[in-house]
T-cell receptor, first 116, second 109 residues
Framework: EAGVAQSPRYKIIEKRQSVAFWCNPI?????LYWYQQILGQGPKLLIQ??????VDDSQLPKDRFSAERLKGVDSTLKIQPAKLEDSAVYLC?????WGTGYNEQFFGPGTRLTVL | GQQLNQSPQSMFIQEGEDVSMNCTSS?????WLWYKQDPGEGPVLLIA?????ELTSNGRLTAQFGITRKDSFLNISASIPSDVGIYFC?????????FGSGTKLNVKP
């Protein structure tokens, strides 16, 4: 089966510009996660979707970050306006179901964002 | 959020040596996980541990779920050059994954 797809793979922008990332999870995976991974750190959860509903966005800087998963399949994450400290790899991940205990989480390759 | 302390931060070893890394938390987890991340890629699951005291192997990798449910370790035996990468521990509770800061492994041929 195809893995988690993300695009673009790399993006360089100047501060105060806007940027959007796209993720297509594994077919049939109901739960989708966006993580921010700053260099030298582990992934940090930004937002978690169950189908097309948000179940946790407590760590999302909502003044500049937004995300949606309108049809419960693919998802976009947007930053507007970007700051220097947003430079990171943005990882998308998905799992099969919700609420039935642990299910393996599959990651996409990530989008590396550089803000100048 | 729940924080995981992973050590060491980095290791430089000779090919053929064994490696050990560990992860501790102030919180109890239902599942402990170990991932490897190669440059330019997302983390890939190596081993999942489901109950306290569990010892699980995957080839040259062995991991254990601590008795207190607050810690885990990963051992790699007879390291080879392709073991190079960043290893992350993660704890899982109620549909959420919490990651350590990673151990960067360098293997000299």
């Amino acid at each position: 089966e195809a893995g988690v797809a993300q695009s673009p793979r790399y993006k360089i922008i100047e501060k105060r510009q806007s940027v959007a990332f796209w993720c297509n999870p594994i077919s049939g995976h109901a739960t989708l996660y966006w993580y921010q991974q700053i260099l030298g750190q582990g992934p940090k959860l930004l937002i978690q979707f169950q189908n097309n509903g948000v179940v946790d966005d407590s760590q999302l800087p909502k003044d500049r970050f937004s995300a949606e998963r309108l049809k419960g399949v693919d998802s976009t994450l947007k930053i507007q306006p970007a700051k220097l400290e947003d430079s990171a790899v943005y990882l998308c991940a998905s799992t099969t179901t919700w609420g039935t205990g642990y299910n393996e989480q599959f990651f996409g390759p990530g989008t590396r964002l550089t803000v100048l | 959020g729940q924080q995981l302390n992973q050590s060491p931060q980095s290791m430089f070893i000779q090919e053929g040596e064994d490696v050990s890394m560990n992860c501790t938390s102030s919180s109890i987890f239902n599942t402990w996980l170990w991932y490897k991340q190669d440059p330019g890629e997302g983390p890939v699951l190596l081993i999942a541990l489901y109950k306290a005291g569990e010892l699980t192997s995957n080839g040259r990798l062995t991991a254990q779920f601590g008795i207190t449910r607050k810690d885990s370790f990963l051992n790699i035996s007879a390291s080879i050059p392709s073991d190079v990468g960043i290893y992350f521990c993660a704890g899982y509770n109620f549909n959420k994954f919490y990651f350590g800061s990673g151990t960067k492994l360098n293997v000299k041929p």
